[in-house]
């Protein structure tokens, strides 16, 4: 098991499982939460967090758990790393809200700046702040249509943007997220993703069949896609995005609201394919966990609007600003490099793995520590999930039969071996094979070294 550095662990190794799951807590506070809050909430498995330290979580009942999935991709320091943390109490003990929409607040342009700066945007560029991700997508449609004088915008067939009603139209990853909410905004297509033959599909049927081309006011894209199953695109699709844009003088919009802060192995995915978009979205990992989320758009484009045309109270406030401003020099001091290198471990390590169950898994595929496995059924990628819990790893679902291992950037060597470890068993466990198998997968190379399985 992983060395037990952090300080919650107080000696013991993690993970480290000491009642059943759930817990006996972890059930009373399940029965307590769905009697008062709105079951929209699509909750994955009964885990009750009361503290997290890096990657490890301990919960209501005690248990520790190894995180390799970081508050769906958010805790991008781990958690509570200690330079956030220093970040947020020194700005809460100064000022803690002042509304960035009205008055003119020293932290704000200071993110605004580093963030400008650090988005692969062509010329100069300029940042607006929001509070989330879907915030800041919303955003985006607005800007974009109040700049180019165009009504209509293009997303794509998995793409997830959000759940505001703006947000929720552009999304395409699940029909449940329609359901019972139409009519959505207008104005709003869907093309095939990540195929450099899907391209087509704008000439083709777009531009000849459903709209003008001088009509279209911008291209959004997830440049790898994440709840939609963690889906890299061909090499060339998003430079023939690009292209497309350039000819017809549309906006191209990079959502890397999970793709982006470091992730993976490069500060923001579309950097991947040496692609410069008009509009970088960014939110998630951005703050470490704090509530923040940025619109990074070509000066010219933000300049288009004036006051009053787009705002927010909470937006931007001095303690999230502060937490994204403590991240960004832990992104740029290491962490960035380091989920590269984990990255190359994991796939190293999953391999095998692949190759011993292949009707099972049929596919992985990934950039850094965004890492997608694609399994053979919906139903046995949530076995898997469920088998990860059992044994303290926390993993999630996306897509249609994907599992997404995100774990935070600052994940050890250690860490990562535990996890691939934990995977293998679970896999092993759900293929119906048992010790045997898991110790062919690892004399194979999955592994650095290995615990027998209990």
Not at 267 to 290: F, N, Q, R, Y
């Amino acid at each position: 098991m992983s060395s037990a550095s952090s300080r919650i662990a107080e000696g013991r190794p993690v993970p480290h499982i000491v009642t059943e799951l759930p817990g006996p807590k972890a059930r009373a506070h399940v029965a307590f939460d769905e009697t008062w809050t709105s079951p929209s909430l699509p909750r994955a498995y009964p885990i009750v967090p009361v503290r997290g330290d890096g990657l490890t979580v301990e919960d209501i009942d005690g248990n520790l758990f190894l995180d390799f999935a970081a508050g769906i991709a958010v805790n991008s320091t781990g958690h509570s790393h200690p330079q956030v943390v220093a970040a947020i109490k020194e700005q809460a003990a100064e000022l803690i809200h002042f509304s960035a929409s009205d008055f003119y607040l020293p932290i704000y342009p200071e993110v605004c700046q580093r963030l400008a700066e650090l988005a692969p945007i062509a010329g100069r560029a300029r940042t607006y702040l929001g509070n989330s991700g879907a915030e800041v997508v919303e955003a985006s449609i607005k800007l974009a249509r109040y700049a180019t004088h165009r009504p209509y915008v293009v997303a794509f067939l998995g793409a997830f943007h959000g759940r505001t009603y703006g947000a929720v139209s552009l999304t395409a990853s699940k029909a449940k997220y329609h359901a019972g909410f139409g009519p959505l905004l207008p104005g709003v297509f869907h093309a095939p993703y990540g195929r450099v033959e899907d391209l087509a599909w704008f000439d083709d049927v777009l531009f000849d069949k459903l709209a003008p081309a001088n009509e279209v006011a911008a291209i959004i894209v997830e440049p790898i896609q994440g709840e939609g199953g963690y889906v890299v695109p061909e090499d060339g699709f998003l430079q023939g995005l690009r292209d497309i844009c350039d000819k017809h003088g549309i906006l191209l919009i990079a959502d890397e609201i999970q793709s982006g802060a470091g992730r993976t192995g490069k500060m923001w995915a579309i950097e991947h394919w040496a692609v410069k978009p008009d509009i970088l979205l960014t939110a998630k990992g951005i703050a470490s966990g704090m509530p923040l989320g940025a619109m990074i758009a070509r000066a010219d484009l933000l300049e288009a609007w004036g006051p009053g045309a787009h705002g927010s109270t909470y937006g931007g406030n001095p303690v999230a600003c502060a937490a994204a401003l403590a991240t960004i020099d832990l992104l740029e001091g290491g962490l960035i490099a380091n989920a590269a290198v984990r990255g190359d471990q994991a796939r190293t390590g999953l391999a095998p793995l692949q190759a011993r169950f292949p009707s099972l898994i049929r596919d992985m595929r990934g950039k850094g520590l965004m890492l997608g496995v694609e399994f053979d059924t919906a139903e046995h990628a949530e076995e898997v999930q469920w088998a990860c819990f059992e044994r303290g790893l926390l993993v999630l679902e996306c897509g249609k039969s994907s599992v997404r291992m995100s774990p935070a950037l600052t994940v050890s060597a250690d860490e990562m071996d535990t996890a691939l470890r934990l995977f293998s068993e679970a896999v092993a466990h759900v293929a119906g094979h048992g010790r045997d198998v898991l110790l062919e997968v690892v004399e194979a190379g999955a592994l650095h070294e290995v615990e027998a399985a209990g």
